[in-house]
């Protein structure tokens, strides 16, 4: 781990959650932690949708990049949501997005939308990143729309690319392509409340 990731994991949970729109009372955004690695293991699994992973790795990721990801609580302070993220060694600047999930009863009232901006606004103003990517199968509809709302609302560009072709992975597995969503630069915090404003004069004419 590079100590721009090290840094990342430090117990910061300044997420904001005072805008949820209406039908999200009772939710608080905030920082993964150990104890919370079995609720997402198990958030992935009723997904029927994300690939699962050894609950193992989810303890490990609350433990290793808890700075870079995100859950949503119930006022129990049980998890009904979360993404997981990383920035690359490579290029630090970049947020990847690993996995987004919410539990059933929580769908349909914009928290994927509502966590992703939140992490995305945290690690820009934090530690510059500039630049979000994810991968996302063909047959993922919910998530092409997440992530192309997303651009939207920032006003940046979204590209897509084949990343991991079906042949790369292990025979058998029936897994399709990995589709690279390339979303940036992302303009500043600044630019972002000025265009906002812009909008809601616009549409008050």
Do not use: K
């Amino acid at each position: 781990m590079s100590p721009a990731q090290a840094d990342h994991t430090r117990p910061t949970p300044d997420f904001l959650d005072n805008d949820f729109p209406a039908g999200r009372e009772g939710l608080t955004l905030d920082i993964p932690r150990l104890a919370d690695g079995a609720s997402l293991w198990r958030i992935a699994r009723d997904s029927r949708v994300l690939d699962l992973n050894s609950p193992y790795s989810y303890l490990l990721w609350c433990r290793d990049y808890s700075g870079t990801s995100i859950v949503a609580r119930a006022a129990s302070g049980e998890p009904v949501g979360f993404i997981t993220g990383y920035t690359r060694p490579e290029v630090p600047r970049t947020l990847l997005i690993w996995q987004v999930a919410v539990d059933h009863g929580q769908r349909g009232r914009g928290l994927a939308a509502a966590m992703l901006d939140a992490l995305t606004d945290r690690a820009a103003g934090e530690w510059g990143v500039n630049l979000v990517e994810t991968t996302v199968t063909p047959d993922n509809t919910a998530s092409d729309r997440l992530f192309a709302s997303f651009a939207a609302r920032r006003g940046a560009e979204l590209t897509r690319e084949v990343l991991f072709d079906a042949a790369v992975f292990p025979d058998g597995q029936g897994h399709q392509p990995e589709v690279l969503y390339r979303i940036g630069p992302l303009p500043g915090r600044e630019a972002e409340e000025s265009r906002g404003r812009a909008d809601r004069a616009a549409a008050g004419r």
